[in-house]
């Protein structure tokens, strides 16, 4: 199904085949760390905006519902992005030292740090409680709904790397551990649980269904060899069914929580709010009329571009709070 020729480029001793060539970690970060960064994917920053933006979502439809935003909730978005960018490494960190043997028999992923011998398990293990005690320190400054939201959030974290042995949707788990940060930023601004919180999970949800499905293109034949199951070996050559149901949900269900939180708004926000579910679905349309399972290259573009799919109902969601 995939060509050899169309497998990542071999990596040196000292890079990553599936990172973003040119990153800053290879380039600027001093020797000695680049192998714990690299356990963070800090080398591969579209993971960190993947579990940021449900984060800000929530923040920017929380905002519009309440008419508050204030230096607290400047420091919900800080603070956010830096939780992501840790909460991310400590996952990351948590799903390389269980799949440390996978990786070893994937050729996209051999080359990562444990793998190929440039960190110890031990090493590693210290590095993720390490990455996650900084992002406690963030999470206490949260209102306490809020920090009990981030605590339960450890267990799908904790379930996910072994989630692809058990099941072929383990995409869900991913969701599930991925855009918890809807429900906990709500709270955190607002002080309740909100159905408008449960439903922005639920479409972050079938979005990650979505991006990770063409990302777990890229390794379906390897997953096949050693027994890892995923969405993409499921749906096989169904995919573009699948992915196109999965857009219509995750459009459909971010269009339920931007009416809900602005309702009660102007005619504007109300408009604008619902522009940006709209318009992130025509994004994830291009993706899907891009969408080629045979190129890994593509594959990994694609998944890439989910930054910007995300970021396009952000603007659009910041813009009604003025509306």
Known sequence: MTEKSQAPAPSSPDTV?????????????????????????ADRPIGTWLLLLPCWWALAL??????????????????CAIGAFLMRGAGCTWNDI????????????????????????????????????????????????????????????????????????????????????????????????????????????????????????????????????????????TAPRWLRRFLMGAVLLLGAAALLATIDRSVLSLVLALGGAWAMGWHLMWQLSRFDPANQQTLLALFRSNRNAGLIPLLFFAAAAFG
């Open 98 to 237: 269980t799949d440390r043997d996978f990786d070893g028999a994937v050729a996209r992923t051999r080359s990562r740090p444990l793998p190929s011998g440039q960190v110890t398990t031990r090493g590693a293990v210290l590095w993720m409680v390490a990455q996650a005690l900084v992002a406690l320190l963030i999470l206490l400054t949260f209102p306490p709904i809020a920090i009990l939201l981030g605590v339960l959030s450890l267990i799908p974290v904790a379930i996910y790397p072994f989630a692809k042995r058990f099941t072929y949707w383990p995409q869900i788990f991913l969701g599930l551990a991925f855009n918890w940060g809807a429900l906990l930023v709500w709270a955190a601004q607002s002080g309740r649980f909100a159905w408008e919180s449960l439903l922005l999970y639920a479409a972050g949800i079938v979005w990650t269904l979505f991006y990770d499905t063409i990302y777990a293109y890229q390794d379906v034949e390897d997953d096949a060899l050693i027994g890892i199951k995923s969405t993409a070996r499921l749906f096989g050559d």
């Open 17 to 41: 085949a599936d990172a973003v060539q040119g990153n800053w970690v290879d380039r600027y970060a001093p020797a000695a760390t680049r192998p714990y960064l690299r356990l963070s994917r």
């Open 62 to 79: 929380s905002s519009l519902q309440t008419g508050r935003f204030g230096l607290f909730e400047l420091w919900i978005a800080i603070g």
